[in-house]
């Protein structure tokens, strides 16, 4: 019995330390619940942030989709007022873009989206009538004092460079168009008789050159004279047809070196003129005089298409 008492503490013991195991037991248990909670509830986490990347990634690509197709077949505010404002560069840039759009919009009708294509095309063709109206009123009030030193350099360049691109952007109106060649040959066709007759009464500026009709007992130097101001004359006029109607470039440049040519050989003398015509004979004198006349003819009816060197405006 001594030696039974004598194991009763270490018994305890033995208890308590199962005891303490199990509870141990338990927390692990418990532990390990909570770690696969939490790994599931990771698990879920990492879902539900990959689904938000990918309509993060939707949501960029449509919202750039959105601003692409507002560039393309909308006008932005500041383009909308340049619009509504007279006619500027900024216009001008305004009104190439709603061209483009229109053509974008007839493109949008081939689509799946012919609606949204139908209300563009609808908005845009409202918007380049009244355009093109403002355009045509701006191009013809500035037809009328037109000058042929409208390109040189000066204060008025930016206005004639505006004038100039104001009448390309007519070419997608030609009746538009006609109606302000027609006033450019109006107005110029007033300018050459004006200058005509001061040529022949009262001469240069001061005098030099001389009028032409103090040689008018000279009927080979009077007939020289008047022909070879009508012809430096018409030459300047081609070149501000072509400065105006034409597409620029190298033509233009071709066109300013015959006419200032032109211009030098005859103004030299009348008796000059004639003299370098009997060198060549009367056969070039002839073909210079049938061209003059036909120039003449021309401008007195207002056709353009000679000084154009094409028969249309486009």
Request: charged share 30%; glycine share 12%.
């Amino acid at each position: 019995e001594i030696v039974v008492d004598s194991f009763e503490p270490t018994q305890g013991a033995a208890k308590q330390l199962r005891a303490e195991v199990d509870a141990m037991r338990g927390d692990v248990e418990g532990v390990t619940r909570r770690l696969s909670d939490a790994k599931l509830g990771a698990s879920t986490v990492v879902q539900k942030t990959t689904d938000l990347r990918q309509r993060l990634r939707e949501s960029a690509l449509r919202a750039e989709l959105s601003r692409r197709f507002v560039r393309a077949f909308l006008l932005s505010e500041a383009e909308d007022a340049a619009l509504e404002r007279g006619v500027s560069v900024e216009f001008l840039r305004s009104l190439s873009k709603l061209e483009k759009i229109h053509s974008n919009a007839r493109v949008l009708l081939r689509s799946r989206n012919q609606r949204a294509g139908l209300e563009i095309l609808e908005m845009a063709a409202a918007k380049r009538e009244d355009a093109y109206e403002k355009l045509y009123r701006y191009v013809h009030a500035q037809c009328g004092p037109l000058d042929v030193d409208i390109s040189d350099g000066g204060s008025d360049e930016a206005s004639a460079k505006l004038l100039r691109e104001g009448i390309r952007a007519l070419r997608a109106r030609p009746v538009l168009l006609k109606y302000c060649a027609d006033e450019v040959a109006s107005a110029r066709r007033a300018v050459l008789v004006q200058r005509f007759i001061a040529a022949l009464t009262k001469g240069g500026p001061g005098g030099v050159p001389k009028p032409i009709e103090l040689h008018a007992h000279d009927v080979m130097r009077y007939t020289n004279d008047m022909l070879a101001w009508i012809h430096q004359a018409l030459a300047s006029e081609k070149e501000l047809m072509l400065r105006l109607f034409g597409n620029g470039g190298d033509e233009d440049a071709s066109t300013t070196g015959d006419g200032d040519g032109n211009g030098n050989g005859n103004s030299n003398g009348g008796s000059g003129g004639g003299g370098g015509g009997g060198d060549d004979g009367g056969g070039k004198m002839w073909e210079v005089r049938v061209w003059v006349q036909a120039s003449i003819r021309d401008l007195l009816s207002g056709d353009c298409s000679r000084w154009l060197g094409t028969s249309g405006y486009s």
